[in-house]
């Protein structure tokens, strides 16, 4: 009797199998014809056309960035190895209230738009203009879309400081929806920040009741991460269920040495608000965030490192508290002299963010800011991070429990289709890495090194990256 031999474009023999499901691992195959998996198990009669021995390293789903800025990045460097080096296959972009569309400007964006570029070009007027770029020069990454609410602000409103008008939140929602309509899969706030700081929790409910009918999700940078933290987490559960959407907590923390170890409470509130409501939250493996420089964040910060200066640009990378001593001047001063500028504050305290990175449905989002000229090491270095010094050196969760945060579990928050779970008929979204030795590379002063331990890197069937870098496949595609 003649043996049948199933044939795979790609065949990845003796891997360390972590499904992304959370489950134990297990030794096996997994195969992939054009872009899906299309067996997994102990494949001896398959051949493939490309096969690849894995010598028991760790196979896994793609991790998916739940928090990026990368809206211009994917278009004007593709490639995207920031992302890819660490195993990123998909990005969600639009967050914190801030996305390249649907929006037209006139001059320089308010900050902090600005993050994604300066220029008042960049930016679409419609959705659909922007997925299209996309389209047609696609990256190597997959990228989900969101509406940014201080974008819809910017154009709605003549002025930023103050409540919006009952005409000017009608115009903002026909934008929404009209760009859901186009492929947006939700929309972002960052009520924290000067453009968004007047809207009403009013105004919010209003344009999220748009997001149910396209199944739109609505993700949040909170009016407050520090010492109105509590107010701030009640504000977003109020709007979820009152506009009937579920509610992502962005880059959840406990900013400022006064509010050190609040993560038990925060924590405890999300618990209890998550029996009624569909809820999630992300979190990066740092102690340090960044953002816009800002003199009131920069009295809570008890470092601070300059990101970025379009006056100084000499000054990145530079301590923020050395540079004002130098230059004879306050903090404040200081601040002044480098605007427009960007920074890193060290305001967390790592209890917290262990703690937070542990909670069961924590996903991981590295919230870097690809654009800045002296990066927070986020940017290059989240997710190796996450598997080698929190699961593997600190063992603050298993090997398994590290990859379903980055798959599964973001997959299923976001609502992507067939990602996030190492299974037959899922997109062939992966990542092969060394258990034992992967882990970032990037540090605050060297920001841009590559992880390590990061071997091969799939993406909907194509390699994009293989020996430490890009092969120069772009088949990313647009989720929506």
């Not at 509130?269 to 340090?288: F, S, T, V």
Request: glycine share 8%; charged share 25%; net charge negative.
């Amino acid at each position: 009797m003649l043996m049948t031999v199933e044939t795979a474009d790609i065949l990845i023999r003796n891997a360390l199998l972590i499904d992304g499901s959370g489950e134990a691992a297990f030794r096996g195959d997994l195969a992939v014809k054009d872009d899906r998996i299309c067996a997994i198990g102990a494949l001896k009669d398959w051949y493939g056309n490309q096969e690849i021995d894995a010598s028991g390293k760790a196979l896994a789903p793609g991790f998916i960035d739940v928090h990026t800025h990368d809206d211009r990045a994917l278009l004007v460097d593709p490639l995207m190895a920031c992302k890819v080096s660490q195993g990123v296959t998909t990005v969600i972009t639009g967050n914190c209230g801030v996305s390249l569309a649907p929006i037209k400007l006139k001059g320089y964006p308010p900050p902090p738009l600005d993050i994604l570029s300066p220029n008042c070009d960049d930016y679409f007027e419609r959705f659909s203009d922007y997925l299209g770029a996309l389209n047609n020069e696609p990256p190597a990454v997959n990228a989900a879309c969101q509406v940014g609410h201080s974008s819809l602000r910017a154009e709605a409103m003549d002025s930023l400081d103050r409540q919006a008008t009952a005409s000017e939140i009608k115009a903002m929602r026909r934008r929404l929806e009209q760009a859901l309509d186009d492929g947006a899969i939700g929309m972002s706030t960052g009520l924290f920040y000067e453009p968004a700081r007047e809207a009403t929790t009013a105004e919010v409910i209003e344009l999220a009741k748009s997001l149910p009918k396209y199944g739109g999700i609505y993700t949040t940078h909170m009016r407050d991460e520090s010492d109105h933290v509590v107010e701030a987490l009640k504000e977003s559960f109020h709007i979820g269920r009152a506009a009937d959407v579920p509610v992502i907590i962005s880059h959840h923390k406990c900013a400022g040495q006064n509010n050190h170890g609040r993560s038990i409470e925060t924590l405890a509130l999300i618990d209890k608000a998550r029996e009624q409501q569909p809820l999630g939250l992300d979190a990066y493996p740092y102690i340090a965030g960044s953002t816009m420089l800002d003199a009131s964040r920069a009295k809570r910060a008890e470092r601070i490192l300059v990101a970025w200066s379009t006056p100084h640009p000499e000054c990145a990378g530079k301590d923020l508290f050395e540079l004002a001593k130098s230059w004879g001047l306050s903090i404040e001063a200081a601040v002044d002299r480098l605007q427009p500028a960007g920074a890193v504050y060290f305001m967390m305290d790592e209890g917290d963010v262990q703690r937070i990175l542990k909670y069961p449905h924590t996903m991981i989002g590295s919230d870097g800011l690809p654009h800045d000229t002296q990066p927070h090491p986020r940017l290059w270095g989240t997710f190796p991070r996450v598997l080698g010094r929190y699961a593997r050196e600190l063992g603050l969760f298993s090997m398994e429990e590290a990859v379903r945060k980055m798959t599964s579990l973001s997959a299923k928050q976001f609502n992507l289709q067939d990602r996030g779970l190492l299974a037959v008929g899922h997109f062939a979204d992966l990542v092969l890495f060394d258990q034992n030795t992967v882990v970032d590379a990037a540090t605050f002063e060297q920001p841009m090194l590559p992880s390590l331990g990061i071997e091969q890197v799939f993406v909907n069937g194509r390699c994009v990256y293989r020996d430490r870098t890009c092969t120069g496949a772009r088949p990313g595609k647009i989720l929506q």
